[in-house]
């Protein structure tokens, strides 16, 4: 059995044991789920900090927010613990430039669900760990798999650069895309991943089915496919029955299953498709993929398509996905790779 933490120090017990203040880069969700995760285990936060274009000196969670050059006058050197995310080039970029002048770590808090990558979530599901890494098909996503694993347990964003590949490479070695492809895209979002797919099958194809809950992405969604034919679209959640449940009201990619949210109408993928052939799908649906993949098992059973899944939402994601495909249909090969993004949103698991 692989022990694939061996070595490394847990981020949160540096920052713990740290001597030097720690400055939290970014404001928002993640920030809330650091600021919560250090009153659990009576970690200090001595600032706030955002990009220089971003700071007006507001308040956030009794801190004034400051710039990077304000906490050097005042503290000289710090640890700054990142808090947002981001896949821009001159964010990641500035990010970097923070990492070289300061030690820069990233609390791994999820973006779903309570299980935090700490020691005793890594301990308790060892052995899923390497049985997800035992069914990996190639040197590139066992790499992956490990530096994500190191990049989650330490912070250090060192793991995340040595394992991060164009989504080119994944589609021209992996995918394989052909002119006759049936698409099924969950969480289509405004159409951008079509527009992907479309680019990558040259314009040709036999069918497209897109759901997307979000009223406003939903029009986008439809405004976006004008002209196209064979283009089914459908304003449902995904999930692994036909119920209604809770969204929440952001727009966007953050649009998620939340219990305060507004009731919307979700359904399985088998139910819509009514046996229609699929030869591709991608699943993004903000921490529903298991249900959607259960939502799913006789398209998957029947077909085999092509899977292009988010594996990065939930902590447990990495290796439960893997796990649950691998029992619907033992003869998919997987392969996982990190798309450029800090932290490690846009990590994807490809079957085929």
Same mark, same amino acid.
Request: proline share 3%; hydrophobic share 40%.
């Given at each position: 059995?692989?022990?694939? *933490? ?23 969700? =993640?920030? %809330? ?8 285990? =009576? ?24 710039? &990077?050059?304000?906490?050097? &006058? ?24 923070? =990492?070289?002048? /300061? ?5 791994? $808090?999820? $973006? ?30 066992? !790499? ?41 895209? &969950? ?38 496919? &004008? ?29 998620? *299953? ?24 991608? @699943? ?16 998957? !059973? ?10 990065? /939402? !939930? ?15 033992? %003869?998919?090969?997987?392969?996982? !790779?990190? /798309?450029?993004?800090?932290? /490690?949103?846009?990590?994807? @698991?490809?079957?085929?």
């Amino acid at each position: 059995m692989i022990n694939f *933490i061996e070595g490394l120090s847990s981020v949160w017990d540096v920052l713990k044991q740290s001597e030097k203040p720690i400055i939290l880069y970014g404001m928002g969700d =993640g920030a %809330d789920k650091v600021l919560a995760r250090f009153d659990k285990l =009576g970690i200090k936060a001595s600032g706030v900090m955002a990009s220089d274009d971003f700071v007006r000196y507001q308040n956030y969670r009794g801190f004034t927010v400051k710039k &990077l050059s304000d906490f050097e &006058l005042e503290l000289g050197d710090f640890v700054v613990a990142l808090c947002f995310a981001s896949q821009l080039p001159d964010v990641m970029a500035n990010i970097r430039r923070v =990492g070289e002048r /300061h030690t820069l770590l990233v609390p791994s $808090v999820p $973006v779903f669900g309570d299980n935090v990558f700490d020691y005793e979530f890594y301990n308790s599901n060892e052995e899923r760990f390497n049985q997800a890494y035992s069914l990996l098909s190639d040197e590139l996503s066992r !790499r992956v798999f490990r530096d994500i694993i190191a990049f989650q347990y330490s912070g250090e964003l060192r793991y995340l650069d040595s394992c991060t590949t164009d989504k080119d490479e994944v589609f021209e070695n992996v995918l394989k895309l052909g002119e006759n492809e049936s698409y099924l895209d &969950l969480g289509a979002y405004n159409g951008d991943t079509i527009e992907e797919f479309l680019g990558c099958c040259g314009g040709r194809y036999d069918s497209i089915t897109a759901l997307e809950p979000n009223a406003k992405s939903f029009q986008k969604l439809k405004d976006s496919v &004008l002209g196209l034919e064979r283009v089914s679209l459908w304003q449902l959640a995904s999930y692994n029955k036909n119920t209604l449940i809770n969204f929440n009201s952001k727009t966007g990619r953050n649009c998620a *299953i939340d219990p305060n949210g507004a009731p919307v109408q979700a359904a399985r993928a088998d139910t819509i498709l009514c046996g229609k052939r699929v030869t591709y799908a991608k @699943l993004d649906v903000e921490g529903a993929e298991r249900e959607t993949l259960e939502g799913m098992e006789n398209t998957i !059973r029947l077909f085999k398509p092509k899977l292009n899944i988010a594996a990065y /939402h !939930r902590s447990e994601d990495i290796f439960a996905l893997i796990l649950q495909l691998h029992s619907l249909n033992p %003869d998919y090969r997987f392969f996982l !790779r990190h /798309h450029p993004y800090i932290p /490690h949103w846009d990590t994807n @698991l490809y079957a085929v």
